[in-house]
Structure formats: structure tokens, C-alpha cells
């Protein structure tokens, strides 16, 4: 009885194409988890063809199978472990030779492996003329040229692998496992024999524009302009979608009360209603233009330049070159900065990128520092708060890379050429990513209003609020009403200045606080905890104890500074 | 006596051969894994200012080195 059901994977190493592959083959049945306890991400997905049913996983791009990292391990392990039918090995033709290296150890594994020798549009603009056919008599498994972005060469891949599986071909020119050195001579070898340069290499469009964005000089404007662009297309057309939304679901509210009333259930439902459009109103404005522009400049290779440029800087703080785009980010909304961790290598250099995005000002706390400071201290002490912000992320991203265990990584990055973005991959990637931080955000959202409301109608917030005045109060020198507003705040942190408006009655927060008060509770707001829509965002990244922790770190931390800082201000006003 | 000098001294367009890589295990086997040991051919292509990487080219790919990381290699200049 034949096997319907195939088991393969995408195995191959950084920029090689795998996602457009994966997206290909997957489409829409696609699914992005998390590798079982741990918090590397598992994308998998499904196919039917020729009347089988394939299951694909896409394995992390990694460049060894040894034990250097997480990625590493975890595809190790899969590949020898679990039912495998056959290998796609994605290998970038215009980089022949160091991708063999990454194939020779996959072969060593013993399973089938069908090589797809992608972006061959690509080399031959190179000038570079491969020959398949010696190629896979050198290596001993079948190899097909494959243009991805184009779809070309995909089912021939799936024909090749359904073929192996069916006539359980030995894996003919078995490799042993080789030495570092014996792989790299064999690679080199093999390259001389089936690679021919026919153009003389002329300069292409992508060395010059190379020749701009990572200049000595003006690379640093070119990214700037870049970069600055990237961050306010995702602040204006965050904040008109927001408005947007705000628009649609003005009358809501009204008509709830119309339908259901004004009792316990229906205040308590309308919170659930309340909070899924607050987190739609926080996550897709800023989520989405943010995920496709960050998609689109890795796509176009543009972000290995940015790593390049800012690495040095990013060494004083722990962390590499990548790490600027999360932490400007962050500036917009610290939700996507956080999820964007993911673009640096390992694990160490992630959790510290993370860490710090939840201390970047978003804009939810830009309103309470211009609304509150801004407005009724001055734009001059605004401005000290973010430049505190700033001095803060470098001391406290110093400590990180101090105290956390794990020596700083160096910087090993493949410089990709530019090339054509892809854009069913972007949008795809991007639907897949919003998706999956819904799952998680959604619940923690609409739970946590709800709790909040019932608190509330129980008449508990000033209880509450009594209950954290030694805090509050004594320590940070607040008004009483603080605890309540610090509360709310976790929902959404400018819900401490609308909801002090709500609460007086007036939004002339002078009469309530002086100059000293105002200060203080900003800048209590810019550190304490993070919103709970970024928590659900750390607990997808990081895994719910490391939430736990930089939670814990950063209410204690809040609260040692805001506690410092009243002293201090109290002697200059 | 080979002219062994750490790859960061260098100018961009200079071709060297690796003599050997200074440091952790960790380090020597990433580096072996993109194809960097004894006898290989590197190209300085770009150094970044302010002390930051440095891109070199290798076995056809272009690689960007931490600084910390590329100070530690040692290589011998060809012509």
C-alpha cells in the first residue's frame, strides 16, 4: 500500500530563498508556532500534490548542523529524529561554494536530500553557467535549477523527492562526516569542476548602490533618511488607521448600552467588546505597516547594511548592529519592536534587544509626556525625559550584557546582494506573523479589561489605591489616585492621563499636580511595567518567565527611580 | 618568517591567505563552518568607519566580520 502522506523539510542557509519556497509550496496552509518548549519559531505547512499529502517545515537558515546554537540543535535533532521522507536543500547558486559546505553535512545525515539550485536568474545575470547535470553526479543526489520568485522549478523538486521516497534510492555517494577543512576543499573542488565564468564581471547596479549605502561617510545620512522614513510612514499611517478605527467604533459604546443595559454582565461584556477593538486599534495600525516595511528592506537586503553600519555602536549596549531597528521601533510602538527581535542571531542578543525595546517611549507614553510635561511643566523638561530614556537603555543594556550569562556574540553576517523584493512573500510573511501575535495578545487583552472593569464595579479601586499609598503616596510623593491610574495604565499606558481626566473631571491636571508630580508620574509611566499588549508580545518571544522577570525588574525600577527623582526634583522647584 | 598580521590591518581591495584564527572554539568552528580556515583566500572588500566590521570576500559570498571577531584572524598578504 503506498505511503500518501510525506514528511520533508527546507533546509538550507540564510538568504537562499526559503520563505518564497515555503510560501510557494504552503500558501495559506501555513502555521507558525513555537518549537516545543522553547522559543525558536516552527513554521509548517501543508500541500497536496499527485494525490499526496506533504507536510513541509521550514528549518531556521543555519550554516552548520553542529551545536553552536539553539537553531542548530533543534534541526539536528529533527532531521535524525522524527519521520523525515526527503530534504529539500536550498542552495543559492550564486553562492555555490559556501553553500556546499552546508550540503556536504546534510548529506552526512543519511536521509534523501534533492537539491534546489535557486536564483539561477540570478547567477547567470552573474555571468556564471552551472552544470546541473555534473553537479549531481558529483554529489550523487538528484539537483534542479530553480528560480523561485518565479515559481519555476518547484514541482520539479516534489517530483524528485516523491521519486527518491518511492524507489528508497541509497544515498549513493554517502559522506561521511567530514572534517571543516576536508569540506571546504571538497566544495571548493566541485565548484572548479561544474561552475563557469562567461561574462568578464562588470559592475552591476547593485555594487553601486552598495557603493552609497555603506560608504564611510554617507551611508550614515542615506540610512538615516532611510530609516527615519520607515519609522514615520509607520507613525502617520499608524496614527491616521487608528483615528480611522477610533471613528468606526465611536457609537459602539452607546449602542451597547442601548441593546444590553447598564448592568454588571453588560458593563463587564462591553469591556471584553472594549478591549479586543483597543488591541486592534494599538496592534494593526502600527503592527502592520511595520511588518511589511520591515519585510520589504530584509527582502531587499537593505537591513545586513544597517547591521553593518551600526554594529559598533550597538557593541557599547550588548548587542549588534540589527538591534537599532527594533529599538527605533519602539518609538512608534514597543508591540512590533519587541516582535522584532527575532532579527538578531541568537537568543542572548534577542532577549537584551527585547529588553530594552519595553524602556523605548512609545507613543502612547509621548502623550503623557507631552500632554502632562509638555504642556504644564515644559517642552525643555519633555525633552530630558526622552534623553533620560535614551541613557538609560545604554546603561541598563550595558548591565544586561554584564550580568547575563553568555559571552556577546561577534557580528557573522552574509552580505546579501540587493535584489527585487518580493511581494506575495512580504505580504504573506506579514499575514502569517499578525495572525500568530493576535492568538496570543487577544486573549490577554480582552481577560485582563475584563478583570479590570469587575474590579471597578466592585467598588475595589480605592481600596486598591489605599492599599499601594505607602508607594504611591510616601514614596513617590503621588496623590492617592495614582494607584488606580497606574493600574489602567497596564492596559494602555495613555489610559493614566485619560482616565486622571475621567476621574476629575477636568483635564486641567494643574490643580491636581505640581510641577514635581507631573515629572514623576511620567516618567513612572515611561518605566514600569509594559502594556499588556507588549507583555503579550514578550511572553510569544521570550516565554512567560522572562516576562515574569523583566516585569518584576522593571515595576522595581520604576519605582526606585520615580522614588529618587521626586527627591531630587522636590529640591529644584 | 611569514608576514602574519591580524586581518583588520588590511586595506580594502588586499587579498591574504589565513594563517590562523586566535580564539574561542566557539569562534574558530563558525568561522570553519562558513569555509574560513588554514589556506583560505580572503578579499578585503569594505571596512567600516569608527572601528566596525569588516566585509570580506570568500568562496564567492561576501561576509561582514565583527571587529573584535576579524582582529583575530591571521592572515599572510598575497599579491
Known amino acids: 500500500m503506498p505511503e500518501k502522506k510525506l514528511n520533508t523539510v527546507l533546509a538550507g542557509i540564510a538568504n537562499v530563498g526559503k520563505s518564497v519556497i515555503f510560501n510557494h509550496l504552503t500558501g495559506l496552509h501555513q502555521h507558525i508556532g513555537n518549537w516545543p518548549g522553547k522559543t525558536i519559531e516552527k513554521a509548517e505547512g501543508t500541500l497536496h500534490y499527485k494525490g499526496y499529502t506533504i507536510d513541509v517545515l521550514d528549518l531556521p537558515g543555519i550554516y552548520s548542523l553542529g551545536t553552536y546554537s539553539i537553531e542548530e540543535e533543534i534541526s539536528r535533532e529533527y532531521i535524525t529524529k522524527e519521520k523525515v521522507d526527503f530534504i529539500i536543500n536550498i542552495v543559492d547558486s550564486t553562492r555555490l561554494e559556501t553553500n556546499l559546505l552546508f550540503t556536504l553535512q546534510l548529506l552526512a545525515l543519511q536521509k534523501p536530500v534533492v537539491l534546489a539550485l535557486n536564483m539561477m536568474d540570478l547567477s547567470r545575470k552573474k555571468g556564471l553557467s552551472i552544470d546541473c547535470q555534473r553537479l549531481q553526479e558529483l554529489l550523487g543526489i538528484p539537483v534542479v535549477p530553480m528560480i523561485a520568485t518565479e515559481g519555476k522549478g518547484i514541482t520539479e523538486v516534489l517530483d524528485e523527492g516523491i521519486e527518491l521516497v518511492k524507489t528508497q534510492k541509497p544515498v549513493l555517494k554517502v559522506q561521511k562526516e567530514l572534517t571543516a577543512k576536508e569540506r571546504a576543499d571538497l566544495s571548493h573542488q566541485i565548484c572548479r569542476e561544474v561552475i563557469k565564468v562567461t561574462k568578464p564581471k562588470k559592475i552591476s547596479w547593485s555594487e553601486k548602490f552598495d557603493n552609497l549605502t555603506c560608504h564611510k561617510i554617507w551611508g550614515y545620512p542615506v540610512m538615516a533618511v532611510i530609516l527615519s522614513a520607515m519609522v514615520l510612514t509607520i507613525f502617520r499611517f499608524g496614527g491616521w488607521f487608528s483615528s480611522f478605527l477610533e471613528d468606526i467604533t465611536s457609537g459602539w459604546q452607546e449602542g451597547w448600552k442601548t441593546i444590553f443595559g447598564i448592568s454588571i454582565w453588560a458593563s463587564l461584556g462591553w469591556s471584553a467588546i472594549e478591549s479586543a477593538i483597543a488591541l486592534i486599534q494599538i496592534a494593526l495600525p502600527y503592527i502592520i505597516p511595520f511588518y511589511l516595511l520591515l519585510f520589504l528592506l530584509e527582502d531587499w537586503g537593505y537591513l545586513a547594511r544597517v547591521a553593518f553600519l551600526l554594529d559598533n555602536l550597538m557593541h557599547r549596549i550588548g548587542v549588534h548592529g540589527k538591534a537599532c531597528i527594533p529599538l527605533m521601533l519602539g518609538f512608534g510602538c514597543n508591540v512590533p519592536a519587541c516582535l522584532s527581535c527575532r532579527i538578531m542571531e541568537t537568543q542572548r542578543e534577542r532577549f537584551i534587544t527585547g529588553f530594552l525595546t519595553t524602556l523605548v517611549p512609545c507613543s502612547a507614553v509621548t502623550v503623557i509626556i507631552m500632554g502632562l510635561v509638555g504642556k504644564f511643566v515644559g517642552i525643555s523638561w519633555a525633552f530630558g525625559l526622552y534623553l533620560f530614556a535614551i541613557l538609560i537603555i545604554f546603561g541598563l543594556g550595558k548591565l544586561a550584557s554584564k550580568t547575563l550569562p553568555g559571552e556577546a556574540t561577534e557580528l557573522i553576517m552574509e552580505m546579501p546582494d540587493y535584489k527585487q523584493p518580493n511581494l506575495k512573500t512580504i505580504v504573506l510573511q506579514t499575514w502569517f506573523r499578525l495572525k500568530d501575535f493576535l492568538y496570543i495578545a487577544g486573549p490577554l487583552v480582552i481577560i485582563s479589561g475584563v478583570i479590570i472593569e469587575g474590579i471597578h464595579l466592585a467598588g475595589w479601586l480605592p481600596a486598591i489605591a489605599n492599599f499601594l499609598s505607602p508607594i504611591t503616596v510616601k514614596w513617590l510623593g503621588l496623590p492617592t489616585i495614582t494607584g488606580i491610574l497606574l493600574i489602567f495604565g497596564i492596559l494602555r499606558k495613555e489610559l493614566i492621563l485619560v482616565m486622571l481626566a475621567t476621574l476629575l473631571g477636568t483635564a486641567n491636571f494643574a490643580q491636581v499636580l505640581n510641577p514635581v508630580q507631573m515629572i514623576t508620574l511620567a516618567l513612572i509611566s515611561m518605566l514600569y511595567i509594559p502594556c499588556i499588549a507588549t507583555l503579550a508580545a514578550l511572553w510569544r518571544e521570550f516565554g512567560w518567565k522572562k516576562t515574569l522577570g523583566i516585569t518584576g525588574f522593571e515595576i522595581g525600577f520604576a519605582i526606585l527611580i520615580g522614588g529618587i527623582a521626586f527627591r531630587i526634583l522636590a529640591r529644584l522647584f | ?79
Open chain 2, 1 to 79: 618568517m611569514t608576514n602574519e598580521i591580524s586581518l583588520i590591518k588590511l586595506r580594502e581591495g588586499e587579498v591574504a591567505e589565513i594563517i590562523s584564527v586566535i580564539g574561542g572554539r566557539m569562534a574558530t568552528k563558525r568561522l570553519a563552518d562558513l569555509g574560513l580556515i588554514l589556506g583560505t583566500k580572503i578579499k578585503v572588500l569594505r571596512k567600516a568607519p569608527l572601528r566596525g566590521p569588516v566585509e570580506i570576500e570568500v568562496r564567492g559570498s561576501r561576509l561582514v566580520l565583527g571587529r573584535g571577531l576579524a582582529s583575530k584572524i591571521l592572515v599572510h598578504p598575497v599579491k
